[in-house]
């Protein structure tokens, strides 16, 4: 069965600072990973996503991720990181029963 | 365009009554996703309907249904509620085919509380 993992439940960042959270899956096929970012009492927003091709993919906001297939690691980065970054961020991978399947989130503060 | 769209915003029951609530998908989307996240957690999968019918399940009682309208609308049902059951639900649409149908988009969601 396909899980996600999500190794750091809070991270703390100084603003202009880089920011990297981890993601880890465990899924047989070829995935299709995303990125999302929810807002306290929101939606979800999808920052990017990896279907196949290039390994490093952009997304919204300026975040990038790398896909690596021989760590099973789907890892996000931001080179400087805004206040309006504060925010929770969910790693996902979509299986062959059309479902996505959701870590358990990095909670992401940043201090001035 | 419009997102998705979800009512109500916020919703209180009591332990036992029946609750539905409504989704609206991205214009051209024909597909419809729910998602229950409980505080503090990831969000989890329910149901996936496309063209009415339902194409996934997750691990759920049969207390939750749902259903999809030819407008691809959806309404998410829940009987006999538990404090459990409650969360924030999700509705997320995406569009039908190969990749595409897991780049889901999501509404704003549902705070369902359970007294």
């Known amino acids: 069965a396909q899980s996600v993992t999500q190794p750091d439940i809070h991270i703390t960042v100084s603003e202009g600072a880089s920011l990297e959270l981890r993601c880890n899956y465990s899924y047989g096929a070829t995935p299709y990973l995303f990125w999302y970012v929810q807002s306290p009492g929101q939606g979800l927003q999808l920052l990017l996503k990896y279907f196949s091709g290039d390994t490093l993919v952009q997304g919204i906001k300026g975040f990038e991720a790398e896909f690596k297939r021989s760590q099973s690691s789907f890892n996000l980065r931001k080179p400087s990181v805004h206040w309006s970054d504060a925010a929770e961020y969910f790693c996902a991978v979509g299986s062959n029963d059309y479902k996505l399947s959701f870590g358990a989130g990095t909670t992401v503060t940043v201090r001035a | 365009d419009a997102g998705v769209t979800q009512s109500p915003t916020h919703l209180i029951k009591t332990r036992g009554q029946h609750v539905t609530l409504r989704c609206s998908p991205i214009?051209?989307?024909?597909?419809v996703s729910w998602y229950q996240q409980v505080l503090g957690q990831g969000p989890q999968f329910i149901f996936q309907y496309y063209e009415k019918e339902e194409r996934g399940r997750g691990n759920f009682p049969d207390r939750f249904s749902a259903r999809q309208f030819p407008n691809y609308s959806s309404e998410l049902n829940v009987n006999a509620l538990l404090l459990g059951d409650s969360a924030l639900y999700l509705c997320?649409?995406?569009?039908?085919?190969?990749?595409?149908?897991?780049?889901?988009?999501f509404g704003p969601g549902t705070r369902l509380t359970v007294t």
């Open positions: 997320a649409s995406s569009l039908n085919g190969g990749a595409f149908s897991y780049e889901q988009y």
């Open positions: 214009s051209g989307h024909k597909s």
